[in-house]
């Protein structure tokens, strides 16, 4: 695939083409449902026009789950990545390769967005962490629908800002934590409701997160980036330093410029959790403890302690909403085996999970809210369960579809996602105080840590020129 400056070199580029070829196509196909046939045939034109920005890695699968509807443009920085996931499409989902050959492929997205503006409905976002804003932000000022993976942002001060701007602009938006739409986070948050346990005051969430390199230094190497890869536009917003396949496809999530450790990775798995099922909002205090880390990435493990303000009681609930003590445990640190918890029963998952302690007993589920249990297992056999009184929904993508549509929230809008993200990353600035033993406050009017001002700073970074919010 060329990049735009490579593609100006021809008289008629291959891009001007596909345009030209989609239009056309667009004429024929986007036709009233009468002509179809009636309510059982679904129009062309009651699809969106999504594009994909980030190809590679979770953009694979994101874009399968969003072919349900119309694919018409690619972006990913990396050639190699659009090649590997044309040849993933062929094995998995061949009935779409005709589609996805046929949308126009991009290395940058906002020259994507910007020659496309009249057609693209909806996009979603499966970069890494630091370029989720930057993306979001343009397509959203544009009044397209956006779908972010998981985190939300890489920032702070960027969680804040989409959340802000998707209300403002009124487009339906979602982030990519999946277990947040399936039937076993819905159970938990009704038995909770129910008062299975009674009034929860501490949650443990752990993860065996990281499965790359956190605590090591900068590679110091400089070699050749690959003619392939748009190394600038990979960048994005962020301090320029050379290329290195230390960072790219695989291992940015544990580097401070790119990634989010490993709470950013799971921590919208695990954590979402007992913050909906909880209605926690927003931390009164963060403090974190951590083995070593350097100026470049994460620590190898993390414990961080969030202490939660009583909320008021939801509606629909028959317990009280106390203060909460929660605590984040990652790289193979585990939460404390409950002494209910049968012998040779693993906690959670085994390696990832969350235990609630209430006042009359416990429950536990693993990542994603799965597989929920009141334990031990004969409290969870004499349980009478509550009627289900969450509505349903059919899946993470195909739910935001489904609201972009029809002009309605979807289950982790950025109003919810928005504060979750932010929650999360304090626990990032937290970790980097962890020598010092600090409790740091958190103001969420203010946005800013009023007994740290110095932490302050680490809510947002300085963008490169060329990119902004």
């Known amino acids: 695939m060329k990049s735009g400056k490579d593609e100006k070199k021809s008289g008629i580029s291959r891009r001007q083409f596909l345009g030209g070829a989609a239009v056309a196509s667009a004429a024929f196909t986007i036709v009233p449902r009468h002509v179809l046939g009636g309510p059982g045939k679904k129009a062309p034109s009651d699809k969106l026009n999504i594009a994909c920005i980030g190809v590679g890695g979770k953009g694979s699968s994101d874009i399968m789950a969003a072919s349900t509807d119309n694919i018409v443009a690619l972006c990913d920085v990396d050639d190699e990545q659009i090649d590997k996931f044309m040849s993933q499409a062929k094995e998995r989902k061949p009935e779409a390769v005709p589609m996805y050959e046929k949308a126009k492929k991009y290395r940058d997205f906002r020259i994507m967005l910007q020659e496309n503006a009249k057609t693209i409905d909806a996009v979603t976002v499966s970069t890494p962490d630091h370029c989720h804003a930057v993306a979001a932000m343009m397509a959203i000022k544009m009044k397209k629908h956006a779908f972010v993976q998981k985190p939300l942002t890489h920032t702070i001060f960027e969680a804040r800002r989409l959340a802000e701007e998707a209300k403002k602009q009124g487009v339906t938006t979602q982030m990519g934590n999946q277990g947040h739409a399936s039937e076993d986070a819905r159970l938990l948050n009704e038995w909770i409701w129910d008062g299975a346990i009674g009034p929860v005051r501490e949650v443990h969430c752990f993860t065996n997160r990281p499965i790359w390199p956190q605590g090591i230094e900068r590679p110091k190497e400089i070699p050749s980036c690959p003619p392939t890869l748009d190394w600038n536009v990979w960048l994005g917003p962020v301090t320029w330093r050379p290329y290195h396949p230390a960072y790219h496809p695989f291992a940015w999530r544990g580097f401070w410029d790119f990634g989010t450790g490993a709470i950013g990775d799971m921590g919208a798995h695990i954590l979402d959790h007992p913050y909906w099922t909880l209605n926690l909002g927003y931390p009164k205090t963060v403090q974190a403890s951590a083995t070593k880390f ?22 629909n609930a028959k317990i009280d909403f106390p203060p909460v003590k929660l605590i984040w445990w990652d790289g193979g640190l585990t939460a404390p085996r409950p002494e209910e918890l049968e ?37 969870m056999k004499e349980y009478v369960r509550p009627e289900k009184t969450i509505p349903r929904v059919s899946g993470i993508m195909s739910e935001w579809i489904e609201c972009c549509k029809a002009g309605k929230k979807s289950c982790t809008d950025w109003s919810y996602s928005g504060p979750l993200t932010e929650t999360m990353l304090l626990g990032c600035i937290a970790v980097r ?13 203010k946005m800013e840590i009023p007994n740290h001002p110095d932490a302050n700073k680490m809510m947002h970074i300085e963008y490169r020129q060329g990119w902004t919010l």
């Open 294 to 315: 350097t100026d470049d990435t994460y620590p190898v493990a993390e414990m961080i302690t969030y202490q939660f303000p009583a909320r008021e009681k939801l509606p």
């Open 343 to 379: 012998p040779g029963r693993r906690i959670g998952a085994g390696s990832s999970g969350v235990v609630f302690i209430g006042d009359t007993g416990k429950i536990m589920c693993g990542d994603y809210g799965s597989n929920p249990r009141i334990i031990p297992e004969d409290k």
């Open 433 to 445: 105080y962890k020598n010092e033993n600090k409790i740091l406050e958190w103001d969420p009017i």
